[in-house]
């Protein structure tokens, strides 16, 4: 017996986050237009954060049901990041999940209180700084960014290790980068990327926040 969302609950969720997906490496809008002008398309899930029932990933059986139900136990997720956290339970965890659907309401939160463009303007310097600080490093991500588009993944190296990599990590090597796990670092603290380390592999994903600034066109800049 699954324990399933409600409709108010799954609009809760969804409003709650301004329709978008809750993963960072995402933020797809979930709804939209239908061509008949009196529905919407939909492409967003309520998921559960622990299993709506037995065997499922991250199940909790310290829940009790109307805790299950609840909105504390759900974030707002497109169809494709709702299946992908439920295929690797080990990588996405209950604490990871729930700091994306933090974010994601924070982020909201800032848009309907008109935040965010003070915070655009604040990331404008925030880059200019990093420039300074780290401009051979921000180049290379830029050039691995712009050949591999959807990549997200990367982890840090010295060239001597071995290393069996899954097929989509980026690499960044100490050899190469004088104090490299300080400049990651600063760019954890200032939200740019997110630490997601296992089996003792430093290993980190890009925000969409500094994938936009290092992809955009500096033509215009």
Known sequence: MRDDFDQKTKD??????????????????????????????NVGVAAHITAASVGGPRYDPTLSQ???????????????????????????????IRDWKRDAENEALSRVEGKHRTTQNNNLAVFSKLEKLMPRLLSEMQQDLLQYPLRR?????????????????????????????????????????????????????????LVDYLTQDRTDM
Request: proline share 2%; with cysteine; aromatic share 12%.
């Open 66 to 96: 109307e805790e299950r139900i609840s909105s504390d136990n759900g974030i707002w997720l497109c169809q494709v990041c709702a299946k992908l956290i439920d295929s690797d339970a080990k990588r996405y965890t209950v604490d990871l």
């Open 153 to 209: 993944e990367f982890v840090l190296l010295q060239r001597s290790w071995t290393y069996w990599a899954g097929g989509d990590e980026l690499c960044y090597f100490y050899d190469d980068h004088t104090d490299l796990s300080g400049m990651i670092s600063i760019l954890c603290n200032y939200n740019l990327v997110r630490e997601i380390t296992y089996n003792d592999v430093k290993r980190y994903v890009f925000l969409e926040e």
């Open 12 to 41: 809760v969720l969804y409003k709650r986050v301004g329709g978008k997906c809750s993963n960072p490496t995402c933020g797809q809008a979930t709804s939209g237009p239908h061509t008949d002008e009196k529905k919407t398309i």
